[in-house]
């Protein structure tokens, strides 16, 4: 199993909006990066990763769990893009935010604190399970 880290805007798509999707879950459609997108490529069922919100509130909110390989994303035509669909699997207790990961040496490394502009990203085993530990999960 692999883990990653999912960002969004919660105009464009909360984690309120992902939870009321169920088990049906959603496609992680629109992303236009090719790191990102490559990511989703290797992507495996069952991988769990970091729901994210960007912009104002930057921080890590949930854990979702891929439920479909990378398949054409269809919110275009272009066969460059695929995606994943991803489903809700369980909410953070507490929010663990960009400045908490920062602050922590052990997350120095990390993705998400070198590279926050990147939208898909890997999550090493380690850094998993600091942030649950920061999340109370």
Known sequence: MA?????????????EDQLA???????????????????MRVMEIGDLGFFYLSQKEKCVVGIVEVIATAHPDSTTDD????????KASKSLKTPVTLQMCKEDPRLSDMVLVNNSRLSVQPVTPAEWAIICDLGGV
Do not use: H
């Open 79 to 86: 066969e460059r893009w695929d995606c994943v669909d991803i």
């Open 3 to 15: 883990y990653w880290l999912f960002k969004s805007e919660v105009s464009t798509w909360s984690w």
């Open 21 to 39: 999707k169920g088990d049906a879950g959603e496609e992680w459609d629109g992303v236009r990066n090719y790191q990102a997108r490559n990511f």
